[in-house]
């Protein structure tokens, strides 16, 4: 694991130097959005209040920087969503595993991002908090309420089980992002056409023909 890490956060790096990493974090009101935002940027567990607007902070992670949106989840300020859209390279969507009477509400709400324009490059994070609590909804439950294996092959997608009073789900998670994007990064450069690949990655060329072998193992 040790390897594998280093490994890709020198290809993480290599391709997202200099670059912000637009997060924006969505879900419903009450699912713990803003607590698992500080708990990343400040390593405790802080008093929240609901959020009207939103919160944004930038939160460094394995020399990943990701600039994180929490957007306020309450049923008039959805239709705000979607001002938040633009450059997104990652949406997180945060569920109460403990909030049963509205999973399909929930569901809902994820149904449509998933039909926006503006997202459909982006990959998608759902952390499954409050796992702590005894009557929490399984990440395999909440998988099957919010129909996320029907979702279409091309959208890039994983469920976390997270806690983020106990700081439990939410590395794992943030792990699986770097992996993606990076993968995802090296994948578009390796796909563009022959002119653009001469041209774009002449200074590339050395380092994906040694490294390219084997990030294959971590994408197969």
């Not at 940027?41 to 992670?61: A, D, R, W």
């Not at 979702?151 to 992996?179: C, F, M, N």
Request: proline share 3%; charged share 25%.
């Amino acid at each position: 694991m040790g390897n594998r890490s280093s490994f890709l956060g020198r290809i993480f790096g290599r391709f997202y130097k200099n670059r912000e990493i637009r997060v924006i974090m969505c879900g419903l009101d009450a699912a713990g959005k803003t607590t698992i935002l500080y708990k990343l940027k400040l390593g405790e567990v802080i008093t929240t209040i609901p959020t009207i607007g939103f919160n944004v902070e930038t939160v460094s992670y394995k020399n990943v920087s990701l600039t994180a949106w929490d957007v306020g989840g309450r049923d008039k300020i959805r239709p705000l969503w979607r001002h938040y859209y633009q450059n997104t390279d990652v949406l997180i969507f945060v569920v109460d595993s403990n909030d049963r009477d509205r999973v399909d509400e929930c569901r809902e709400e994820l149904g449509r991002f998933m039909t926006e324009d503006g997202l459909q490059d982006c990959c998608v994070l759902i952390l499954a908090n409050k796992q702590d609590l005894p009557s929490a909804m399984s990440t395999e439950e909440i998988t099957e309420k919010l129909e996320l294996n029907k979702l279409p092959p091309t959208r890039t997608w994983h469920i976390q089980g997270a806690s983020a009073v106990k700081g439990e789900g939410l590395y794992e998670g943030l792990d699986w992002l770097k992996d993606t994007l990076t993968a995802k990064e090296v994948v578009k450069s390796v796909s563009k056409p022959t002119a653009e690949v001469k041209d774009s990655l002449t200074g590339k060329k050395g380092f994906l023909a040694s490294w390219f072998p084997a990030l294959s193992n971590y994408l197969t």
